[in-house]
């Protein structure tokens, strides 16, 4: 398993300003002094269950600046990613096996199961970061506890179409009594009546997917009802620079990394978004 991480590298310190590294929303607040991104050895948090084995830079890493105020040295965007495995069980606590003869035909669904049984997320598969978004791809449910239940679940979202597909932002980590990873979320679907509510749902790759494209398409097509706008900054601030309507089909050159979203980078080097819910890869 991996986690991906935003870090930001002070350049040219001032000589009151330490090299410090810090991830967004403050998850990593001052991990290493003095380091550059080519030494940084380790930076991991803590994953319930999963112990942190290696980190590699982004061999394809831009450095992206970082809005900062006048009187602070430059500060750019570097990308590394954090390997981890499950941390065995200690001998005197075997480890659990999920128990599923437990679950009753009326917690059953012919989507996601609200019983225990499953598995965690392969190894290799990206977990999503704190702050990062993430949508469902499947009917899920929203659940008070992380071991799902008809009786705390919240809220059911039933599939939708890609534009309509419900989003969450990861606020959190759990498992399940039997050690299921869950991600402690908020919903972001601001049109909806559940914008706001907090809770669990599955951290399954088959069930919810990062909101944001991960990798560089080649070739995207506009699915967003009211089109999308492309920018000169990465941050997509400022007056846009053009409009592309629905069914606009546009060639990628390069993807960038804003904070814990990504812009994908157009021919003309302007961007536009990169949330899979506005563009589709073709």
Not at 115 to 136: Q, R
Not at 147 to 174: C, E, I
């Amino acid at each position: 398993m991996t986690l991906r991480v935003y870090l930001e590298k002070y350049e040219n310190p001032s000589p009151n300003q330490s090299n410090n590294y810090s991830q967004y929303n403050g998850m990593l607040p001052q991990i290493f002094n003095g380091l550059t991104t080519t030494t940084l050895a380790k930076a991991s948090r803590d994953i319930p269950g999963y112990t942190a084995k290696t980190v590699t830079e982004d061999p394809n890493d831009h450095k992206v600046p970082v809005r900062v105020e006048d009187d602070q040295p430059e500060a750019y965007n570097y990308n590394f990613t954090y390997h981890y495995v499950k941390t065995p069980a200690k001998p005197d606590q075997p480890a659990t096996i999920p128990d599923t003869s437990s679950t009753t035909p009326a917690e059953s669904t012919n989507s996601e199961s609200t019983s225990e049984s499953g598995t965690e997320p392969a190894t290799g598969t990206p977990v999503a970061v704190k702050g990062e978004a993430v949508t469902a791809t499947k009917k899920i449910g929203l659940y008070r506890h992380a071991t799902f239940t008809k009786a705390n679940r919240l809220h059911w979202y039933a599939k939708q179409a890609r534009t309509q597909r419900p989003q969450f932002v990861v606020t959190g980590y759990a498992h399940s009594k039997n050690g299921l990873l869950r991600y402690q979320v908020r919903d972001v679907n601001h049109t909806a009546k559940t914008d706001g509510q907090r809770g669990y749902i599955t951290a399954k790759d088959t069930y919810v997917t990062p909101t944001y494209y991960q990798k560089q398409p080649t070739t995207v097509r506009v699915i967003s009802p009211r089109g999308i706008n492309a920018y000169r900054h990465v941050d997509l601030s400022g007056r846009a620079t053009q409009h592309y309507r629905r069914g606009s089909v546009l060639k990628i050159k390069g993807i960038e990394r804003h904070h814990l979203t990504t812009r994908l980078v157009l021919a003309n080097g302007h961007y536009i978004t990169g949330n899979k819910t506005l563009v589709i890869k073709k």
